[in-house]
């Protein structure tokens, strides 16, 4: 571990353990969607005889120990640290994909995953580091300072048409719509769980930060993203395969929230020529591996298989 701390150990291994049960939720709450479409209206349809489903209900607290350990992590260490990590959970998602889902991500789709992850690491690895924040009223003046409002003004507008004007003409059948509600809502969360996540350390130590109003206001808005967040997921993991899910939301939420960060804290005024080219040929990697993972998704389903394969494996 070199000369890290010991809050950023701490909060490795929290981030750590939140992949493996983030990644794992995927596939246990997808199985459980398919156990309630096939005897109800699926979740992509507008159903929730999920909410009946043990299997769903065992993938959300999974889910929500992720979650938690997750929002511990960013409380104990920098977002630098923590956000990388989320590539785990892609990768076992996909994995687990195959084996329990049959899912069968295409060697293009392995590369695509890839790129994805190289992409994603390039961008992190060179992110500026976050400052220090001692008190949540630090960062209330940084989310109330006008560019950062601007940011989050345009996310809300973005995710209001998409879900009144593209979700019903295109979410069942372009992946970026749903996928991309959740990372816009995304990078405004995770700003909401560092104030918090530090407004709870603090009171730990001793310094109590719940009698500011915003502690309680940062709190609030936390909840109202996630089950925002939570209702376009599940509707996207039914309606797409998990495979390409996982890549494209963590590639999505990555960049998303690595800007939100750069726009909150303003760390980009400390980085050099040479730091913003290699962050902008990160970009130019993600972008080919969605690319890829696009063109390719259905390659790796039954369907695209040979007739020799796909006639060995058809099911009634």
Not at 193 to 219: C, D, R
Not at 296 to 314: C, H, Q, V, W
């Amino acid at each position: 571990m070199g000369g890290m701390s010991s809050d950023n150990v701490h909060g490795l291994v929290l981030a750590l353990s939140s992949s493996v049960f983030i990644g794992s939720s995927f596939i246990i709450k997808k199985k459980g969607l398919m156990n309630a479409g096939a005897t109800g209206i699926r979740a992509g349809s507008g159903g929730y005889s999920y909410l009946k489903e043990p299997w769903w209900w065992a993938g959300m607290i999974s889910m929500i120990i992720g979650e938690v350990a997750n929002f511990a992590a960013y409380a104990y260490a920098p977002a630098i640290l923590v956000t990388p990590l989320g590539a785990l959970s892609m990768i076992i998602s996909a994995v687990l994909a195959h084996y329990f889902l049959d899912e069968r991500l295409h060697i293009f789709g392995v590369i695509g995953c890839a790129l994805c992850l190289v992409g994603s690491t390039t961008i992190v690895l060179h992110a500026p580091q976050e400052i220090q924040i001692k008190s949540v009223k630090e960062i209330w003046f940084f989310a109330t300072a006008p560019g950062f409002l601007v940011y989050a003004c345009i996310v809300l507008v973005v995710v209001g048409v998409l879900i009144y004007r593209y979700v019903p003409l295109y979410g069942a059948t372009h992946l970026v719509i749903y996928v991309g509600i959740c990372s816009l809502m995304g990078s405004l969360t995770v700003m909401c769980v560092k104030a918090v996540g530090i407004a709870m350390k603090l009171s730990f130590s001793g310094s109590n930060q719940f009698i500011y109003f915003q502690t309680w206001f940062f709190t609030v808005l936390l909840l109202g993203f996630i089950l925002l967040q939570l209702n376009y997921l599940n509707k996207a993991l039914d309606t797409f395969n998990t495979a390409v899910i996982s890549p494209v939301y963590y590639v999505m939420f990555t960049s998303l929230t690595i800007l939100a960060s750069m726009i909150m804290f303003k760390n980009w005024k400390h980085q050099n020529a040479s730091q913003i080219i290699t962050e902008l040929s990160g970009f130019v990697t993600i972008f080919s591996g969605t690319f890829l993972l696009h063109k390719t998704k259905d390659m790796g389903t039954p369907a695209a298989e040979s007739p020799k394969l796909s006639s060995s494996s058809t099911r009634s």
